[in-house]
């Protein structure tokens, strides 16, 4: 989902970084519509012909464009999905009943579920630079709804999800460089989330 604003801003740097580009010939004169049906389809990370080949240097310049994206994305998620919750979903929130853990702390089990899944998430979240850890949490929180402090506060050394173990190799805030060094869920927690339970107590 693409915010008109940022759409615009994102296809006047196309306009001007692929200015010579085959792939890109007569994007300019197309319409939002048949723009992102050409150009805005995922064909994986290496594709020169989509704008996802050149959003990560996009995103150096412009990062509050690609936060604007994921929360609205996220929106329009939430709403699509809202009747439909996912197995990993529900295992959280049943997780997260039993220990009674926080929305960060939950988000943090999701986004790191997720990132073990689709490498092309975690590669996104890799190129996604940040300058200190306040900001790496903020980023997090923006995106997921939650408290910047509380996500701080979850992947700090002694934290709620370390001592459960349900996240691991925890690194110090001064060496957060991307969104990926939040990712830290136990490799042994996604096989569990992605399980079906016949009952709640199983």
Not at 82 to 102: F, G, M, R
Not at 176 to 202: F, H, N, W
């Amino acid at each position: 989902m693409w915010p008109a604003p940022s759409l615009d801003r994102l296809r006047e740097f196309l306009g001007r970084r692929c200015k010579d580009n085959e792939f890109w010939r007569g994007h300019e004169q197309l319409a939002t519509r048949e723009f992102l049906d050409r150009h805005g389809v995922w064909r994986g990370p290496y594709e020169e012909g989509t704008l996802f080949f050149y959003l990560d240097e996009y995103a150096k310049d412009q990062p509050k464009d690609l936060l604007s994206v994921l929360a609205v994305t996220g929106d329009w998620l939430t709403h699509a999905l809202k009747k439909h919750s996912t197995l990993v979903e529900k295992n959280i929130d049943a997780l997260a009943s039993l220990l009674q853990l926080n929305k960060a702390e939950r988000a943090l089990l999701l986004y790191g579920t997720l990132a073990r899944y689709q490498r092309d998430l975690r590669s996104l979240l890799v190129e996604f630079k940040v300058n200190n850890a306040p900001e790496a949490y903020a980023a997090i929180a923006e995106v997921a709804g939650v408290n910047a402090a509380e996500v701080g506060e979850a992947l700090r050394a002694g934290s709620r999800l370390e001592r459960i173990g349900l996240v691991e190799n925890l690194i110090s805030e001064h060496n957060i460089t991307d969104l990926a060094d939040l990712m830290k869920v136990s490799e042994k927690l996604p096989p569990v989330l992605m399980r079906e339970y016949a009952t709640r107590a199983s």
